[in-house]
């Protein structure tokens, strides 16, 4: 079980004083089943009192507020983090009529409904239609069939979207990045009756040169298993090599740093990730 080293920081630079800056952070990694966390901080330039608190998804959320006047906002975050392999899709699970269940429904409502970045109009359940996705059988199997299908769908393609693009775009288009692809796998799944949430973190790549990257793929729930992980823009993944930093209905519920103040505009942000394996 790999111990990997995170470090994500983000720099915002303004066009003048900038002033009563108040932020809200999800860059701490969780403690779950498939990873634990050694250590982790955040910390603030200007220097500031950070504090944390739990959501209603489990995340640790961050908090501070700037008051006097700033051109660069620094937040930079660490952590050691060892992971572990994540269990297998359930292959051999209930089928798709298990989805109809009241209980399975009814607990997990809030990944069944549309949210601020998924929702499904037209153009995106016809692209379900067009699909080959299995009819019958577990729906582990039609979840591992949908990973792949919207990774042959659309094509990984670095600035061809921006965060409120809507998924109806990036079907038109068949780009996007990993958000896009979580965002539609999502999509699809409560489309389809499957509840599924998103999840955000960091990749390591081993003996990749140059910064790492920040991260997005999905979890569903297959009745009678549990929540399992997916990710479109790598099916069938080694998920020891990611990071578990929070989860949500959508990017909206975990932005990795967002907040508001006054003063001059934002003239640049530059968003860093480093990941490495340690002993």
């Not at 050694?38 to 330039?45: E, K, L, M």
């Not at 016809?126 to 299995?134: F, N, S």
């Not at 998924?167 to 499957?194: F, K, P, W």
């Not at 790549?205 to 009745?223: K, M, R, T, Y």
Request: charged share 20%; with cysteine.
């Amino acid at each position: 079980m790999p111990r990997l080293h995170a470090k994500h920081r983000t720099e915002i630079s303004y066009a003048g004083p900038a002033i009563e800056s108040i932020n809200e952070v999800h860059l701490s990694p969780l403690e779950d089943a498939r990873q634990s966390v050694d250590w982790a901080r955040i910390s603030v330039q200007p220097a500031a009192d950070v504090q944390s608190h739990l959501d209603a998804f489990g995340n640790t959320v961050h908090w501070f507020q700037l008051v006097d006047a700033h051109d660069l906002l620094v937040v930079e975050a660490e952590a050691i983090v060892q992971t572990r392999p994540a269990p297998p899709p359930a292959m051999g699970g209930p089928g798709m009529e298990a989805l109809a269940d009241s209980a399975y429904r009814d607990s997990l409502a809030e990944f069944l409904i549309p949210s601020v970045h998924v929702r499904w109009p037209r153009a995106v359940t016809a692209v379900r239609g067009r699909m080959e996705l299995p009819e019958e059988g577990p729906v582990g199997g039609w979840l591992t069939t949908l990973e792949s299908e919207v990774n042959r769908l659309v094509t990984y393609t670095p600035g061809a979207t921006m965060v409120d693009t809507p998924i109806e775009e990036v079907v038109r288009d068949r780009r996007g990045v990993c958000q896009d692809m979580a965002h539609l796998m999502i999509a699809l799944c409560r489309d389809a009756g499957v509840a599924a949430r998103y999840v955000s973190g960091w990749l390591h790549v081993p003996g990749l040169e140059g910064p790492a990257e920040s991260h997005a793929w999905i979890e569903a729930a297959i009745p009678g298993a549990g929540w399992r992980e997916f990710d479109p823009t790598h099916p069938a993944p080694a998920w020891e090599h990611y990071v578990r930093v929070a989860l949500g209905r959508d990017y909206a519920d975990v932005a990795p740093l967002r907040g508001s103040y006054s003063g001059a505009p934002t003239e640049a942000m530059r968003v860093v990730v480093e990941m490495s394996e340690v002993a």
